[in-house]
């Protein structure tokens, strides 16, 4: 405790020093077995592959030289397999740090994103569904948890029978509704991204039931697999749609566009169909059961080994169809 601490360091540098010290160690012992492989073993190997054998020093030097050679062949193949290793090792690091980096990003990204779903500008809710929709696009661990939360999004903001006071009364006029992308764009957005995002999905079944979506604009989406049970879709645009084995039980698609859409195995059981356009769809094998067809346009429609017991064509329009191997008991036809 008396003694002058003048002129010395602390403990506390010794540690540093000894790790400063450490890698000029290593490279000293590192040259010196170097030397020893190429300087000393190739004339121990001759030595020992001579066995005492006389020969002329030039033949002796040359054996020495070819050995030596071989091991600095050797050494560098050594080297380069090392620095293709470490290279590769450190590649991999980059690569999973970059990846974390990503998985921050997108993770803040989609935080960000659902918080602006509950903003009171519609802009800002538009953003962040668009947002949801590129996340979705760009990282597939996120795309089943995107079309949930646009489902979920759908089902909140247009239930059915209509609740909000800006929402057209479930006994409006369909002619005095305006269509969907003009009342509600944010679900609108919603429906669209929701209809793409489908084509690539895993999960066998999103719900969209209970939901109004009359005049909705749903031209070319694939939405098949989707419960659509109960749903208001009066005068919705579902052109070249896809809804194959989609659950449309007891939906309203009065006066609807489905021409050329895709309705394979799909159930409109109870179904109010009347007037609606269902030019050269796919209706193979589809339950039509006890729906309602009346003044529906069927015209070229393949309807093959479809259900339609109890369905009700009165008026409607089957010229060209295909009603082979269809189930028609107790249909009324009148008309």
């Given at each position: ?75 560098g193949g050594m080297v380069l397999l090392f620095g293709a290793y470490a290279t590769w090792r450190q590649l991999r690091v980059n690569q999973d740090g970059l990846r974390a980096t990503q ?233």
């Amino acid at each position: 405790m008396g003694r002058s601490s003048r002129g010395s360091r602390p403990w506390r540098d010794r540690p540093a020093r000894r790790r400063a010290v450490a890698p000029l160690l290593v490279g000293v012992l590192g040259l010196a077995v170097l030397g020893v492989v190429l300087v000393v073993l190739p004339g121990v190997l001759v030595g020992h592959d001579l066995a005492g054998a006389s020969v002329a020093a030039q033949d002796r030097l040359k054996a020495v030289n070819d050995v030596r050679t071989t091991l600095v062949q050797a050494v560098g193949g050594m080297v380069l397999l090392f620095g293709a290793y470490a290279t590769w090792r450190q590649l991999r690091v980059n690569q999973d740090g970059l990846r974390a980096t990503q998985e921050g990003y997108i993770t803040d990204r989609f935080s960000r994103a659902v918080d602006q779903l509950g903003s009171d500008k519609l802009e800002t809710r538009i953003g962040g569904l668009h947002a949801l929709w590129r996340i979705a696009e760009h990282s597939a661990r996120d795309r089943e948890a995107v079309i949930s939360i646009k489902a979920a999004y759908l089902r909140t903001h247009l239930p059915w029978p209509p609740t909000g006071q800006e929402a057209p009364a479930a006994d409006t006029p369909i002619n005095d509704v305006v269509p969907l992308e003009v009342r509600a764009a944010d679900a609108q957005v919603a429906l669209t991204g929701l209809g793409a995002l489908c084509r690539h999905r895993e999960q066998p079944w999103v719900n969209l039931g209970v939901t109004d979506l009359r005049r909705a604009d749903c031209d070319g989406l694939w939405l098949p697999g989707v419960n659509l049970d109960r749903s208001c879709m009066e005068a919705a645009g579902l052109y070249h749609a896809n809804l194959t084995q989609a659950s449309l039980v007891s939906v309203n698609l009065r006066h609807a566009d489905l021409k050329t859409a895709v309705l394979r195995r799909a159930r409109f059981a109870l179904a109010d169909l009347r007037g609606a356009r269902l030019v050269e769809t796919d209706l193979r094998d589809a339950d039509l059961t006890k729906a309602d067809l009346r003044e529906a346009n069927l015209r070229k429609a393949d309807a093959g080994g479809a259900d339609l017991s109890g369905a009700d064509l009165r008026l409607a329009d089957l010229r060209g169809t295909d009603l082979s191997t269809a189930d028609l008991l107790r249909a009324r036809l009148t008309g």
